[in-house]
């Protein structure tokens, strides 16, 4: 399912919306999971951020030079069923890590930054020409307060995974 229309250039729709299709596409060819999101139709606020169990997060700097960051921010279980399903994919082995381990983060790191770069060709085509980060683990509330400092602006999506749960992609605009 790719989200598309001729949709006018706000964050949401230049940001958000290839954010979501790479991510979709990724779930797909990186772990055999149907992910779906609700994003055009989505009537939730789009300005609310809580940490849930797990995130990987990559900051992003514009060129105009303010900054954000992009979290992926998981339920424990469902990070671990997503980076189980990646480095199984990856290894051509079945994966049953019941923990989230360094195995497990790094496939889900290595699922951001592919999102992440498939999504990058697309944003620099619209006025939001942005550079990212590496990715940081974060997996505690405590550890994840440093988001939100000099935040003006947030945008989450949930992104439904078949058979497996929900995860929260958020943009934290600075």
Do not use: W
Request: glycine share 8%; charged share 20%.
């Amino acid at each position: 399912m790719e989200l598309q229309g001729a949709l006018p250039d706000t964050v949401r729709n230049s940001i958000l919306l290839p954010l979501i299709n790479e991510t979709i596409t990724a779930l797909k060819s990186m772990a055999d999971l149907h992910g779906a999101s609700d994003l055009l139709g989505y009537s939730d606020p789009l300005d609310v951020f809580v940490f849930k169990e797990f995130a990987v997060c990559i900051s992003a700097k514009t060129t105009g030079g303010s900054g954000g960051k992009i979290i992926m921010n998981y339920d424990l279980s469902t990070a671990i069923a997503i980076g189980n399903r990646v480095r199984g994919k990856m290894l051509g082995t079945i994966e049953k890590s019941s923990v989230l381990n360094d195995d497990v983060r790094e496939a889900l790191a290595e699922f951001s930054n592919t999102i992440i770069g498939l999504a990058t060709r697309h944003i620099n085509n619209t006025q939001h020409k942005i550079s990212f980060g590496t990715p940081l683990y974060i997996s505690n509330k405590q550890d994840s307060e440093f988001l939100l400092a000099g935040v003006k602006n947030i945008y989450t999506v949930p992104i439904d995974i078949t058979k497996v749960g929900r995860f929260y992609c958020s943009y934290l605009l600075s």
